[in-house]
T-cell receptor, first 116, second 114 residues
Framework: NAGVTQTPKFQVLKTGQSMTLQCAQD?????MSWYRQDPGMGLRLIHY???????DQGEVPNGYNVSRSTTEDFPLRLLSAAPSQTSVYFC???????????????FGPGTRLTVL | SQKIEQNSEALNIQEGKTATLTCNYT??????LQWYRQDPGRGPVFLLL?????KEKRKERLKVTFDTTLKQSLFHITASQPADSATYLC?????????????FGTGTRLTIIP
């Protein structure tokens, strides 16, 4: 049981490049989400999904796309990287659906992204 | 506007003493509050949950209190050890226009001094 896995661990991009951050979980969780963590800002929700084929925006969705074709995978796409997207990105999953339980989040190890 | 504040960015406590971390919030009506631990270079790990109708929760050396009148949660680590050194995050779960929303504080970096 690997939990939540993320790749890559580190990435450097140039402004304007695109890339996909991968996230997978093997706990059969329906709810998955992406956060970014910046100094002094706390974890901020980018996008989330309540099941395969269903995604929605969080607090800071601009510049990011997501899709959920399977229960296990929830990739995050940066369409045209900007220096403001330099951050640490965490993927998380939860057994409970929003409004149905305590919503304990299981986090991946994170991807540290630098945009030059 | 909604706001979550954790008492200080950093807290240094002598080994063996009780560490107390604070999470204050404004303009929220949380249904529950969670505490997470985050080590450098790693993702947060869930520790404890306390619901709005609960005053106190315990787990081994950890204790959480939740005062909805004061809009505050206290997180205590008793008999602290150097291995407890980490950043601790609080997160509030609340309904936001019909959707449940989990909002994180910025964290308190705790150092236990041997």
């Amino acid at each position: 049981n690997a939990g939540v896995t993320q790749t890559p661990k580190f990435q450097v991009l140039k402004t304007g490049q695109s890339m996909t951050l991968q996230c997978a979980q093997d706990m059969n969780h329906e709810y998955m989400s992406w956060y970014r963590q910046d100094p002094g800002m706390g974890l901020r929700l980018i996008h989330y999904s309540v099941g395969a084929g269903i995604t929605d925006q969080g607090e800071v969705p601009n510049g990011y796309n997501v899709s959920r074709s399977t229960t296990e995978d929830f990739p995050l796409r940066l369409l045209s990287a900007a220096p403001s997207q330099t951050s640490v990105y965490f993927c998380a999953s939860s057994f409970d659906m929003p409004g149905q339980g305590p919503n304990e989040q299981f986090f991946g190890p994170g991807t540290r992204l630098t945009v030059l | 506007s909604q706001k979550i504040e954790q008492n200080s960015e950093a807290l240094n406590i002598q080994e063996g003493k009780t560490a107390t971390l604070t999470c204050n919030y404004t303009n929220y009506s949380p249904a529950y509050l969670q505490w997470y631990r985050q080590d450098p270079g790693r993702g947060p790990v869930f520790l404890l949950l306390i619901r709005e109708n609960e005053k106190e929760k315990r787990k081994e050396r950890l204790k959480v209190t939740f005062d909805t009148t004061l809009k505050q949660s206290l997180f205590h680590i008793t008999a602290s050890q150097p291995a407890d050194s980490a950043t601790y995050l609080c997160a509030l779960g609340a309904l936001d226009f019909g959707n449940e929303k989990l909002t994180f504080g910025t964290g308190t970096r705790l150092t236990i001094i041997p």
